[in-house]
């Protein structure tokens, strides 16, 4: 069986979930061939940094040198893989094309071949707000409608999915996400950090990550534990409005934000004291598995795919609520029983997802509509 994958993700990010979902995917596929997948991704040009290592690490650097950044290079990455995707769509080589986002340019060309789409959140649905301009709103019904398979990465997107959307049950399959922890000594990894324990924060700020309630209550925590501080790994720099509510709040010098590599987040795992994460929502939460691989006591928003992913690994809290967020802190910060039990149950529960499972139960999702 020969699934096709097109550019899309791999023209956007530079690193992420999705493009990190997609290139584990490929690399099972090619390192296992009694999985019966054969792989062919349609991308010449991209900043991508998992996928260069499974696919082709060069690319065309010698024209568009990945590392170097300018204005409009995503939408030129774009422009420059679509024209090879559509030339291997109407060579028509494949048996089933998986597309890796929601544009959905390809309609016009796949002819009678099936396409399975994977459907990572409800985000665009649950908080439009945030989302104003974006044409994945547009694009994403149409292509569920139109997909043969849908894949919901974890079994409250699939019951969203389901609730917000008229598709039939039969079509949407759940399939985790997984990750293949890093080995190796991160020691320091070239990252300077004050003395005193730190709550770790990982990934975007926008208004439904609830960040800014995260802020509100921080004076109050670091109140009871001076020598804290909070560290925020990627997710841009702070905005206007983040470095006020942090000035007002007097948390200058105890906020700190820096954009990391790999293994400098596997070595910000292995530090904190605690990984926080008030989402409002997610589609799944891979940075959930990652801090219970790493070693890092979870402390997580009560909502959406959080508690399927943790179950009883993670200290949670209602995201609403104040008290109950620095209920869960101080527990998770002083409770040496408490931290014990939850980090012990992290080392095995991260490990009931597995790439090979992930890729696995994607071939039964392909099987259903390919030869």
């Given at each position: 069986?020969?699934?096709?994958?097109?550019?899309?993700?791999?023209?956007?990010?530079?690193?992420?979930?999705?493009?990190?979902?997609?290139s584990?995917?490929?690399?099972?596929f090619?390192?296992?061939?009694?999985?019966?997948?054969?792989?062919?991704?349609?991308?010449?040009?991209?900043?991508?940094?998992?996928?260069?290592?499974v696919?082709?690490?060069?690319f065309?650097?010698?024209?568009?040198?990945?590392r170097?950044?300018?204005?409009?290079?995503?939408?030129?990455?774009?422009?420059?893989?679509?024209?090879?995707?559509?030339?291997?769509?109407?060579?028509n080589?494949?048996?089933?094309?998986?597309?890796?986002?929601?544009?959905?340019?390809f309609?016009?060309?796949?002819?009678?071949?099936?396409?399975?789409?994977?459907?990572?959140?409800?985000?665009?649905?649950?908080?439009?707000?945030?989302?104003?301009?974006?044409?994945?709103?547009?694009?994403?019904?149409?292509?569920?409608?139109?997909?043969d398979?849908?894949i919901?990465?974890?079994?409250?997107t699939?019951?969203?999915?389901?609730?917000?959307?008229?598709?039939?049950?039969?079509?949407?399959?759940?399939?985790?996400?997984?990750?293949?922890?890093?080995?190796?000594?991160?020691?320091?990894?070239?990252?300077?950090?004050?003395?005193?324990?730190?709550?770790?924060?990982v990934?975007?700020?926008?208004?439904?990550?609830?960040?800014?309630?995260?802020?509100?209550?921080?004076?109050?925590?670091?109140?009871?534990?001076?020598?804290?501080?909070?560290?925020?790994?990627?997710?841009?720099?702070?905005?206007?409005?983040?470095?006020?509510?942090?000035?007002?709040?007097?948390?200058?010098?105890?906020?700190?934000?820096?954009?990391?590599?790999?293994d400098?987040?596997?070595?910000?795992?292995?530090?904190?004291?605690?990984?926080?994460?008030p989402?409002?929502?997610?589609?799944?939460?891979l940075?959930v598995?990652?801090?219970?691989?790493y070693?890092?006591?979870?402390?997580?928003?009560?909502?959406?795919?959080?508690?399927?992913?943790?179950?009883?690994?993670?200290?949670?809290?209602?995201?609403?609520?104040?008290?109950?967020?620095?209920?869960?802190?101080?527990?998770?910060?002083?409770?040496?029983?408490?931290?014990?039990?939850?980090?012990?149950?992290?080392?095995?529960?991260w490990?009931?997802?597995?790439?090979?499972?992930?890729?696995?139960?994607?071939?039964?999702?392909?099987?259903?509509?390919?030869k």
């Amino acid at each position: 069986m020969k699934v096709l994958y097109d550019h899309q993700i791999f023209s956007i990010q530079a690193h992420g979930g999705i493009s990190r979902y997609f290139s584990e995917l490929i690399k099972s596929f090619k390192e296992d061939s009694s999985l019966g997948v054969q792989t062919e991704l349609s991308l010449r040009v991209s900043a991508n940094e998992y996928i260069r290592s499974v696919w082709n690490p060069r690319f065309e650097d010698r024209f568009f040198p990945h590392r170097q950044h300018f204005p409009g290079k995503r939408k030129l990455t774009r422009i420059a893989n679509l024209p090879n995707t559509l030339i291997e769509l109407f060579l028509n080589r494949f048996d089933i094309f998986h597309p890796t986002y929601y544009f959905p340019y390809f309609l016009p060309f796949l002819g009678k071949k099936p396409f399975v789409l994977t459907v990572y959140d409800l985000i665009h649905e649950k908080f439009p707000q945030d989302f104003a301009g974006d044409r994945t709103s547009e694009y994403k019904p149409i292509l569920i409608e139109k997909a043969d398979q849908i894949i919901a990465i974890s079994e409250c997107t699939r019951k969203d999915l389901l609730k917000i959307y008229d598709v039939p049950e039969e079509k949407v399959q759940t399939v985790h996400l997984a990750i293949e922890p890093k080995v190796g000594n991160f020691k320091n990894s070239n990252i300077e950090l004050p003395s005193g324990d730190f709550i770790l924060f990982v990934g975007g700020r926008g208004t439904y990550k609830n960040f800014k309630f995260l802020l509100k209550y921080l004076p109050e925590f670091f109140r009871s534990y001076p020598e804290a501080f909070l560290f925020c790994a990627g997710g841009g720099e702070f905005d206007s409005e983040e470095r006020l509510l942090i000035e007002e709040a007097g948390l200058g010098g105890k906020v700190l934000r820096r954009t990391v590599t790999d293994d400098q987040l596997v070595y910000l795992y292995s530090k904190a004291r605690i990984f926080v994460f008030p989402s409002l929502y997610e589609g799944f939460g891979l940075p959930v598995l990652e801090s219970m691989a790493y070693g890092c006591l979870p402390v997580l928003a009560d909502r959406s795919s959080l508690p399927e992913v943790a179950a009883d690994a993670a200290i949670y809290f209602d995201p609403e609520s104040g008290n109950s967020l620095l209920s869960a802190m101080e527990r998770a910060w002083v409770d040496e029983g408490t931290r014990k039990r939850i980090l012990k149950s992290g080392e095995s529960r991260w490990k009931d997802f597995s790439l090979r499972k992930t890729a696995k139960e994607t071939v039964e999702v392909y099987r259903k509509i390919g030869k």
